[in-house]
Nanobody, 123 residues
Framework: QVQLVETGGGLVQAGGSLRLSCAAA????????VGWFRQAPGKEREFVAA????????AYADSMKGRFTISRDNAKKTVYLQMNSLKPEDTAVYYC????????????????WGQGTQVTVSS
């Protein structure tokens, strides 16, 4: 079992930056792949980025490449999402999720979810 809590969301102007954190509770967190997803009102949940248990296997959605960076610190049981050059279309609730095994962009493959954190980017 893994419990996840996201923090770091907020209101930022276009072009600004935010760093989201996903803190985990559970002894085996270091064996889980972790993904970030987002969901805007009226839209489907969307893959943002994911990393494997060691942080060595990383994947990004094409629209986030070069702007977002995922990283993890297993000693702190925390996964981060650094978001730069934010755009109004990045406005959404951001969720982190965990799964055993490999890194995938399909949110249906993730077993554990946090409650989400709101990111709002103003123009």
């Amino acid at each position: 079992q893994v419990q996840l809590v996201e923090t770091g969301g907020g209101l930022v102007q276009a072009g600004g930056s935010l760093r989201l954190s996903c803190a985990a509770a559970g002894r085996t967190f270091s064996s889980y792949a972790v993904g970030w997803f987002r969901q805007a009102p009226g839209k489907e949940r969307e893959f943002v980025a994911a990393c494997g248990w060691s942080g060595g296997r990383i994947a990004y959605a094409d629209s986030m490449k070069g702007r977002f960076t995922i990283s993890r610190d297993n000693a702190k049981k925390t996964v981060y999402l650094q978001m730069n050059s934010l755009k109004p279309e990045d406005t959404a609730v951001y969720y982190c999720a965990a799964k055993t095994g490999g890194v995938y962009s399909d949110y249906g493959l993730y077993d554990y979810w946090g409650q989400g954190t709101q990111v709002t980017v103003s123009s």
